[in-house]
């Protein structure tokens, strides 16, 4: 991998760079804020996230990726630039990027990515499926005549491949993710306890006392919104246990996807993953037991892996070194 080589996970949440030699270099939310009165970017990435839901009308905190891919071209090329021109300041050539995309990713959905790329700055687009960018970055090695299982949950999506000899046997891409457990989370406690919070305010919950454990662990936390009965502000405490039922709701569906899988698998690699367990990656990864409720229903050891948040775009990064071995889900896009 050169210097200026850049492996990027594009995520409905978070984007994410990474270059050999530096680690990651970047990390900021996929949000963008727009003053609509003129068009104007106000902010981007950390910052912007940081104006969500504390803006005046005028001001529009967007978020320009929808279920793992572009929903908004022009927004996501401005992210993309800023965050491309922040990463390569002091670089006088531009880079080779590598964009990770979900597994079921369509060519109209690819080529959106890499026009905002190419746009943004970059001289040459490589495209890497996000299950096998998570493997290169979990350490598997991919490479073997070995069945391997990856589940990335990501923020809009959640992305489920049998991998084999640098290609997929069998996978899957869902919109599914990090992100529906919040949107739960918030009807769940508005139907409940009449309570209406944001996004940031159930995602929060559920990093702080979420759980797929039904037992054996309960912590609680504060949590702020609006009494939808009395329009005022208001303030409730809620335990792990509140919150089990919309967390299960949700990982119940990732759990089927795994099991279609898992059953389109053949015989032999199945036997593999069972052998070898299933490697769990993305920030859905680090949910209190989701790793053990998916032992248990499935029966096969589910491990997290090191650094789950980034074993994508470091994978993206690492796989400019395997370019011309992987079977499949890694090309050079730029001429595409």
């Known amino acids: 991998m050169a210097a200026n080589d850049i492996g990027i996970d594009l995520g409905t949440s978070t984007v994410v760079f990474y270059t050999e030699d530096k680690g990651v270099i970047l990390k ?13 970017v106000l902010a981007i990435g950390n910052k912007a996230f940081e104006m969500t839901g504390r803006t005046p009308p005028h001001i529009q905190a967007v978020w320009p990726l929808d279920g793992g891919v572009i929903s908004d071209y022009i927004l996501t090329r401005e992210i993309i630039k800023q965050l ?6 002091s670089r006088m050539v531009k880079p080779r990027v590598c964009v990770c995309v979900p597994a079921a990713v369509t060519e109209v959905e690819a080529d959106a990515v890499v026009e905002a790329v190419q746009s943004a700055g970059a001289r040459q687009v490589f495209l890497i499926d996000e299950p096998i960018a998570a493997a290169i970055g979990a350490g598997l090695d991919i490479m073997r005549p070995i069945g391997n299982m990856v589940v990335d949950i990501g923020g809009g999506t959640t992305d489920i491949a049998v991998l084999s000899m640098g290609g997929k046997v069998q996978s899957t891409s869902i919109k599914i993710a990090g992100n529906n457990i919040d949107e739960a989370i918030v009807k769940h406690i508005r139907a409940r306890y009449n309570l209406n919070i ?10 702080e006392v979420g759980s797929c454990k039904s037992i054996g662990y309960s912590k609680e936390c504060v949590i702020k919104g609006m009494n939808v009965i009395t329009s005022l502000p208001q303030s409730i405490t809620i335990y792990t246990e509140d919150l089990y039922e919309p967390i299960i709701e949700i990982a119940e569906q990732i759990l089927d996807a795994m099991a ?50 980034n074993c994508v775009a470091i994978g993206a990064g690492k796989a400019f070194a395997l370019e011309g071995k992987l079977e499949a889900g890694f090309r050079d896009a730029t001429s595409l």
């Open 28 to 40: 900021e939310s996929t949000v963008i804020a727009v003053d609509t009165r003129n068009d104007t």
């Open 84 to 89: 491309l021109v922040k990463a390569t300041s």
């Open 198 to 207: 944001g996004p940031r305010m159930a995602e929060r919950a559920k990093i």
């Open 260 to 309: 279609n899988v898992l059953e389109r698998t053949p015989p032999e690699l199945a036997g593999d993953v069972y052998e070898e367990g299933i490697i769990l990656t993305g920030g859905g990864a680090m949910l209190n037991g989701f790793a053990e409720y998916l032992t248990k229903k499935t029966n096969v050891l589910v491990k997290v892996a090191e650094n789950p948040q």
